[in-house]
């Protein structure tokens, strides 16, 4: 016997939960930028700078993500971070921190 949502396909909740949260992210990051508190977590920095490190360094390469933290941050930040834009302002990091929040926000919807 199957599940009754199967019988009706997907639905559009979850997606648009996923929106909702992406929205609210992003006024969330607007707000944070404009009061300029968008890198004062003592992490931040220091997630930007290995994240950095990986391609400019004097000993560039893989050995650069280190041993402290989860390389996953590093990893997705390591291009974007090369732009001193991305880098300064940290604005790569927290694109790729709404995209996820809303990515498992609409999953958690689905599965729920």
Do not use: C, E
Request: proline share 6%; net charge positive.
């Amino acid at each position: 016997m199957t599940h009754p949502r199967a019988l009706r396909g997907p639905s559009a909740v979850p997606f648009a939960i996923g929106w909702a949260a992406a929205l609210v992210g992003a006024i969330a990051a607007w707000h944070y930028h404009g009061l300029g508190l968008t890198l004062t977590h003592y992490d931040a920095r220091g997630h930007l700078i290995v994240a950095r490190r990986i391609f400019d360094s004097i000993t560039p390469g893989w050995q650069q993500i280190g041993a402290v933290w989860l390389p996953l941050p590093h990893l997705l930040n390591a291009i974007p971070v090369q732009v001193d834009f991305f880098y300064r302002t940290g604005a790569s990091a927290v694109a790729i921190s709404i995209a996820a929040f809303a990515v498992a926000t609409g999953a958690i919807a689905w599965i729920v």
